[in-house]
């Protein structure tokens, strides 16, 4: 059973003072798991994690994971000034983008942020916007094809097709990047892949890592360059259904550490670095929406209208993703009702939740959606006028602080000339 961070007893309480819906993040969980991340990798001594800012680009968020010692990973020209603003300098700031724009590498550049290349292309593109590349420069690397782990068919644990992802380079690509790189002065490189999102496997980082191993590898016997770390990027996963398993971040830690042993170490290799830039599994469990029932309706299906809507929260929208919804105070009671949970969008997609087995629910009663905490506000946006709802933070001494207010119908207007 997935248990809220919070009880009906202190939503009804943080009500009174912020209206439905709204964010709700729980800064206890975001710390103990962020130590645990820190543990896990602790036997790398350049170990960083690059927190990915577009999973919840809060700067109270942020602030959170520069106490825990971390750093960002920013792919747009907001994400690097919220970096800036925050007080994250050069390379605190890995700056992993696609398809730049000219303004976002200068501002990147000016910034001392570590650029992660994305196309052989941009070298160029690059060079004509800053004239001469930093000392640092990391490649984004995509092998291609399908990416599977598990042994047979029936017992596939991730699944991918790094063939179909408009990221990153091919081998011969990251190759011929390096050697133009080397001549334009660049001295220390990162390798980058992101290959698999939301992976429930503690095997995901280690395969990966063993990709990114050996090709780091080639790659300093062709080149004889410096790698000086290597970047795993994002996705890890969280358990967003109740049967889902945990990952076991240590686990994670030690696969990686003996592809580290086996691969690198061997090759006198023992100074690379690894970086992380999870964004999920760093803050996803530890955020909840919290929504107030409106209206119940029954006609071929049995409705539950929530004052939250997909502009609040699109996941479930866009690709059908599951979070757990639950009825605040009725914990224990039997799921014995099946309900679709939606907003007021003029859209059919617009739900939390198909045919979900749920308690009886009463209008007045508060739901809270579990694991929203990444990807959830952050995908917002202001379909049919809707406006983006408040963020809060469940404090470690159990105060609440208001971290984003509500937007108002003058934000909407305020761009309309
Ligand atoms: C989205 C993204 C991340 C974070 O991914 P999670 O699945 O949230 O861990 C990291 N790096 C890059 C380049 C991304 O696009």
């Given at each position: 059973?997935?248990?809220?961070?919070?009880?009906?007893?202190?939503?009804?309480?943080?009500?009174?003072?912020?209206p439905?819906?709204?964010?709700?993040?729980?800064?206890?969980?975001?710390?103990?798991?962020?130590?645990?991340?820190?543990?896990?990798?602790?036997?790398?001594?350049?170990?960083?994690?690059?927190?990915?800012?577009?999973?919840?680009?809060?700067?109270?968020?942020?602030?959170?994971?520069?106490?825990?010692g971390?750093?960002?990973?920013?792919?747009?020209?907001?994400?690097?000034?919220?970096?800036?603003?925050?007080?994250?300098?050069?390379?605190?700031?890995?700056?992993?983008?696609?398809?730049?724009?000219?303004?976002?590498?200068?501002?990147?550049?000016?910034?001392?942020?570590?650029?992660?290349?994305?196309?052989?292309s941009?070298?160029?593109?690059?060079?004509?916007?800053?004239?001469?590349?930093?000392?640092?420069?990391?490649?984004?690397?995509?092998?291609?094809g399908?990416?599977?782990?598990?042994k047979?068919?029936?017992?596939?644990?991730?699944?991918?097709?790094?063939?179909?992802?408009?990221?990153?380079?091919?081998?011969?690509?990251?190759?011929?990047?390096?050697?133009?790189?080397?001549?334009?002065?660049?001295?220390?490189?990162?390798?980058?892949?992101?290959?698999?999102?939301?992976?429930?496997s503690?095997?995901?980082?280690?395969?990966?890592?063993?990709?990114?191993?050996?090709?780091?590898?080639?790659?300093?016997?062709?080149?004889?360059?410096?790698?000086?770390?290597?970047?795993?990027?994002?996705?890890?996963?969280i358990?967003?259904?109740?049967?889902?398993?945990?990952?076991?971040i240590f686990?994670?830690?030690?696969?990686?550490?003996?592809?580290?042993?086996?691969?690198?170490?061997?090759?006198a290799?023992?100074?690379?670095?690894?970086?992380?830039?999870?964004?999920?599994?760093?803050?996803?469990?530890y955020?909840?929406?919290?929504?107030?029932?409106?209206?119940?309706?029954?006609?071929?299906?049995?409705?539950?209208?929530?004052?939250?809507?997909?502009?609040?929260?699109?996941?479930?929208a866009?690709?059908?993703?599951?979070?757990?919804?639950?009825?605040?105070?009725?914990?224990?009671?039997?799921?014995?009702?099946?309900?679709?949970?939606?907003?007021?969008?003029?859209?059919?997609?617009?739900?939390?939740?198909?045919?979900?087995?749920?308690?009886?629910?009463?209008?007045?009663?508060?739901?809270?959606?579990?694991?929203?905490?990444?990807?959830?506000?952050?995908?917002g946006?202001?379909y049919?006028?809707?406006?983006?709802?408040?963020?809060?933070?469940?404090?470690?001494?159990?105060?609440?602080?208001?971290?984003?207010?509500?937007?108002?119908?003058?934000?909407?207007?305020?761009?309309?000339?």
């Open positions: 059973m997935k248990k809220p961070f919070v009880t009906k007893e202190q939503l009804e309480k943080i009500i009174q003072n912020y439905t819906p709204f964010y709700l993040y729980d800064e206890r969980g975001i710390r103990e798991n962020a130590r645990k991340l820190k543990e896990a990798f602790a036997w790398n001594p350049g170990f960083k994690e690059y927190f990915a800012v577009k999973a919840t680009p809060n700067p109270s968020i942020l602030k959170i994971m520069k106490e825990e971390f750093g960002l990973d920013c792919s747009s020209l907001t994400e690097l000034m919220l970096a800036e603003r925050t007080g994250f300098h050069n390379h605190e700031i890995f700056f992993s983008s696609n398809n730049t724009p000219e303004e976002e590498y200068i501002l990147a550049n000016r910034m001392n942020a570590l650029i992660n290349l994305d196309d052989i941009h070298i160029p593109f690059l060079k004509q916007l800053i004239g001469s590349f930093p000392e640092t420069m990391c490649i984004r690397y995509n092998p291609g399908i990416f599977q782990l598990g047979s068919r029936e017992d596939v644990q991730v699944m991918d097709t790094p063939q179909d992802s408009k990221f990153g380079m091919t081998k011969e690509q990251v190759l011929s990047a390096i050697s133009i790189l080397q001549k334009e002065g660049v001295k220390h490189f990162g390798i980058h892949a992101f290959l698999a999102s939301n992976t429930l503690d095997e995901y980082y280690p395969a990966l890592a063993g990709i990114l191993f050996t090709l780091a590898k080639e790659i300093k016997k062709q080149t004889n360059c410096h790698i000086s770390f290597i970047n795993l990027s994002g996705g890890i996963g358990p967003y259904k109740p049967e889902d398993r945990e990952n076991d686990a994670i830690g030690n696969g990686v550490r003996k592809a580290y042993e086996s691969i690198l170490v061997p090759e290799m023992d100074d690379v670095s690894i970086f992380l830039e999870s964004g999920r599994y760093m803050t996803g469990p955020g909840c929406l919290v929504t107030k029932v409106i209206h119940e309706k029954n006609t071929y299906r049995h409705y539950i209208g929530v004052d939250a809507n997909a502009c609040n929260l699109l996941r479930p866009m690709y059908g993703a599951y979070h757990h919804i639950t009825v605040a105070g009725k914990e224990d009671a039997p799921l014995d009702h099946e309900y679709d949970v939606v907003g007021s969008l003029c859209e059919n997609n617009d739900k939390f939740a198909w045919n979900r087995p749920l308690p009886e629910i009463d209008i007045g009663d508060i739901l809270i959606i579990h694991d929203t905490g990444a990807h959830g506000f952050s995908m946006y202001n049919n006028g809707r406006l983006r709802c408040a963020e809060l933070l469940l404090c470690e001494d159990g105060t609440i602080r208001q971290i984003r207010r509500r937007e108002t119908p003058e934000d909407y207007f305020a761009t309309i000339i």
